[in-house]
C-alpha cells in the first residue's frame, strides 16, 4: 500500500508556529473523522451527494463494456483521439502518462504492442487543434468525445470541428469512428449520438467530472491503448477498503486531509504543492491541483455562510522544479504544504557511467540516476524542514495501474474529507458555472440574450 509519512509537517520538526502537534490533533479530531467517513460511506449510494465515485472500484458491469468494446475495436485504429477538458480529460491524461511507456506515441507499432497512440485535446487553441488535425490521419483515430453536460463550448466545438471533417473523408461511414462518454440521459450530446447512433459509455448519475477518472471516462480510453483496467479497479477497491478505516491513526487520506486542512486554518499554510519524484507522474499534479481547486474553493459554507475559502494548489515536478521553485519554497513565505510524491522502485535501473572521474562530477559515476532523484527529495525535504517549512510525503511502491489507482483514489477520498472538514460542498463548481454561461451568452446561445446584454454592458466598464 501507500504510505504517508508526516514527520515534517509536526511542530516537532518545523517548530511551534509553523508545525502541528499530529498526535494530539489526530486524538482531538478521532470523533469527528470517524464521523466524516462513516458518513461519506453511508451517504455514497443517496440521490444528490455527488458521491458515487466512491462504488467505482467495484464497478464490474462498466468494465465488462469496456473491454468487450476495446477488443472489438482492437487493431482497428492507429490512434486514440479524446476530446474532453478538466475532469473529462486530465484524469486520462495522468494516469496514461504514468502507466504507459514513456514516449509512447513516438513508439512503433510493435513496441506499443499494436495498440494506438494517445492524444487529448483539451483546450480550444485554434493553432494546436489545427495543428493536431494536421498530424493524424483521421480516417485511422478513434474519436472519445468525453462531456458529461454534453454540452461544454470547449469540447462540443471540438467535436463539430472533427465530426464534419469524419464525415466529409468517409461519408456515413464516419460513425465507426466515434465512441461518445456522456450522461445516460441528458444533454445535447447524448442527443446527438442518439441521432446518429454513435457508440456511447455513460458518466454515472453523481459522479463529478473530477471524481470520474475511474467510470467509463478514464477506463475506456486506459482499455483502447492497451492498460490493464482490472489492475487499475482493484487498486481502487483495495484503497477504498482501506479508507473505510474510521481510525485516523489508520487512515493514510484522512490525516493528509486533516493536516492540510489544520496548516492552512491554524497556520496560514494555504497553498498545497503537489511534488511527485518522477516525470510520468508530472500530469498526477494538474489532476490534482484541478481536483483540490474545484472541489475546495467556495464562496458559502454548508449553512449559507458566505465564508470564501479553498487552499490554493500548485503543481509541481521533482526533481525539475528545485531548479524553479524550491528557492521560494525555502526562503520565501512560509504560507505552503508541500506534498512530495516518492517512487519506491522505477522500472528501470538507469547507471551513470564511471567516467570523467578526475573532476568535480566523478562521484557521480558509479551511482544510478534511481539512486539520485530519490536523494534529491530526501534533500530538498530535509531542507525545507531545516527551514521550517512543513512537508509530507506520499511514497508509491512502483508506477503500476494498481498504485496509480490508490494514490489519485487517496486522494479523491482525502478531498471529500477535507471539503467536510471545510464544511464546504467538495462537489460542485458554481464559480464555473458562471463563466460557462457568460461564455454561451457571449456566442449567442439561444435562451442567454438577456445575460448576453447584461454582459456586454459590464464588458466595456471592465
Ligand atoms: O470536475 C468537473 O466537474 C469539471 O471540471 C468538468 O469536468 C468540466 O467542466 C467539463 O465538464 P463536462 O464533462 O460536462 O464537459
Known amino acids: 500500500m501507500l504510505k504517508l509519512n508526516y514527520k515534517c509537517a509536526d511542530s516537532a520538526v518545523v517548530g511551534e508556529s509553523n508545525g502541528l502537534n499530529i498526535q ?27 458521491l458515487r465515485w466512491m462504488n467505482l472500484g467495484y464497478s464490474e458491469e462498466t468494465v465488462w463494456y469496456v473491454k468487450e468494446y476495446a477488443a472489438l475495436v482492437e487493431n482497428r485504429f492507429e490512434n486514440i483521439l479524446v476530446l474532453g477538458i478538466g475532469g473529462s480529460a486530465l484524469g486520462g491524461l495522468a494516469v496514461t502518462e504514468a502507466l504507459l511507456k514513456p514516449y509512447w ?11 494506438p497512440r494517445i492524444f487529448f485535446l483539451d483546450n480550444i487553441d485554434p493553432d494546436s487543434i489545427e495543428g493536431l ?28 470541428i472533427i465530426k464534419d471533417r469524419l464525415e466529409k473523408e468517409l461519408g456515413d461511414d464516419y460513425r465507426k469512428n466515434i465512441v461518445a462518454t456522456t450522461d445516460k440521459n441528458i444533454g445535447v450530446l447524448r442527443q446527438i449520438a442518439e441521432q446518429e447512433g454513435y ?71 494555504n497553498i498545497s504543492v503537489m511534488m511527485p519524484y518522477s516525470s510520468r507522474l508530472r500530469y498526477v499534479s494538474d489532476w490534482y491541483v484541478q481536483l483540490w481547486a474545484e472541489s475546495l474553493g467556495k464562496e458559502k459554507d454548508l449553512d449559507g455562510n458566505t465564508v470564501n475559502i479553498g487552499p490554493t494548489p500548485v503543481r509541481a515536478v521533482g526533481a525539475t522544479d528545485q531548479h524553479s521553485q524550491i528557492q521560494l519554497y525555502n526562503e520565501g513565505p512560509n504560507n505552503k504544504v508541500i506534498n512530495f510524491v516518492r517512487v519506491e522502485e522505477f522500472d528501470t535501473n538507469l547507471e551513470i557511467p564511471k567516467i570523467f572521474e578526475y573532476t568535480g562530477i566523478g562521484y557521480l559515476g558509479g551511482k544510478t540516476v534511481n539512486d539520485l532523484i530519490n536523494a534529491e527529495a530526501d534533500a530538498t525535504r530535509v531542507t525545507l524542514a531545516d527551514y521550517n517549512k512543513p512537508t509530507v510525503t506520499i511514497t508509491i511502491p512502483k508506477i503500476n495501474g494498481y498504485y496509480v489507482a490508490q494514490l489519485l483514489y487517496m486522494l479523491e477520498v482525502q478531498t471529500a474529507i477535507a471539503g467536510a472538514l471545510y464544511n464546504v460542498n467538495a462537489f460542485d463548481q458554481p464559480g464555473v458555472e458562471q463563466a460557462k454561461n457568460y461564455t454561451y451568452a457571449l456566442m449567442g446561445r439561444v435562451g442567454y440574450e438577456e445575460s448576453a446584454h447584461v454582459l456586454h454592458e459590464k464588458m466595456s466598464t471592465v
Open 199 to 269: 457508440k456511447t459509455f455513460i458518466v454515472p448519475d453523481d459522479v463529478g467530472g473530477r471524481f470520474s477518472v475511474f467510470s467509463a471516462v478514464g477506463l475506456l480510453p486506459f482499455a483502447l491503448v492497451g492498460l490493464d483496467i482490472d489492475e487499475i479497479i482493484r487498486g481502487v477497491k483495495d484503497m477504498d477498503l482501506a479508507l473505510k478505516n474510521t481510525d485516523i491513526n489508520e487512515n493514510i487520506a484522512a490525516q493528509n486531509a486533516l493536516i492540510h486542512y489544520l496548516l492552512d486554518t491554524k497556520k496560514g499554510k
Open 105 to 115: 506515441n513516438f513508439l512503433s507499432p510493435e513496441n506499443r504492442n499494436n495498440f
Open 24 to 50: 494530539e490533533e489526530f486524538f482531538a479530531y478521532k470523533e469527528k473523522i470517524a464521523k466524516i467517513i462513516t458518513d461519506l460511506n453511508g451517504n455514497k449510494d443517496k440521490r444528490g451527494q455527488g
Open 133 to 160: 488535425l494536421n498530424v493524424l490521419d483521421l480516417s485511422k483515430t478513434l474519436v472519445n468525445v468525453i462531456t458529461k453536460s454534453g454540452s461544454t463550448a470547449e469540447t462540443m466545438s471540438q467535436f463539430m
